[in-house]
C-alpha cells in the first residue's frame, strides 16, 4: 500500500489515538463536514442520506451501522456516502445519552419495566442473552422515534447549508472561467503579448 506505515505503532499507542487523537477530534469532524460539502449531488440528496446515517446510529445493530444506513439512503434515493457520514451521529461520547433516550423510550412504548440491572450477577454475554428481549426490543422500538428526531433536525439544518455551500462554489468556478476565457481572449487578440 502507498501509505502505509512501514512500522506499526505499539498496540496501546493505536488504541489512546482511536480514543484521544492527538490533533484532535475537530479536524476530524471538519474533514467530514469538508467531504459532505463537496459530494456531487444535489443538497436534498445529501441531506437526506446524512439524516439516514443519524437515523441508523439510534438502533441497536451496532456492528451494522454502515450496512443499515446504506440500505436506507438507497431505499430512499439518498447520497450514500453521505449517509456513511451520518453514522457519526453515533459515538463513543453519544452512544450512552443514544442507548438510555432509546431503553427509556422503548420501555415507556411497550409498557414494560426498566431494564434488567445485572445486581451481583457478573455483566457477560451469557447475562446480555439471558436479557436479550428486555433489552434489544425496547432499544430497537424506543429508538425509532429519538432516531427520526435526530434525521429530522440534520436534514433541516444540512440542506440549506450544503446548498449555499454549492452556491457558493458554482459562483467562484464560473468567475474563474470568465476570467480564463478573457485571458485566452486577450491573448488571440493580441499574439504579440502573448510571445513576450
Known sequence: MIMKRRTKPPFWNRVREAIAPRKGWRRGFDYIGKRMKRLPDTPHRIALGFACGAFISFSPFFTLHFL????IAWIVRANILSALFGTVVGNPFTFPFIA???LGM???ILGTEDTPDAGDKEMSIGWLWDNFADIFVPYLVGGIIPGLICA???YWVLRPL???YQ???RKKLAAKAAELHAAR???AHNPASAGE
Open 152 to 154: 429530522a433536525i440534520c
Open 185 to 187: 481572449l486577450k491573448t
Open 162 to 164: 450544503v446548498g449555499a
Open 167 to 169: 452556491n457558493r462554489r
Open 100 to 102: 438510555a433516550a432509546a
Open 106 to 108: 422503548g420501555n415507556w
Open 68 to 71: 443499515g444506513a446504506a440500505l
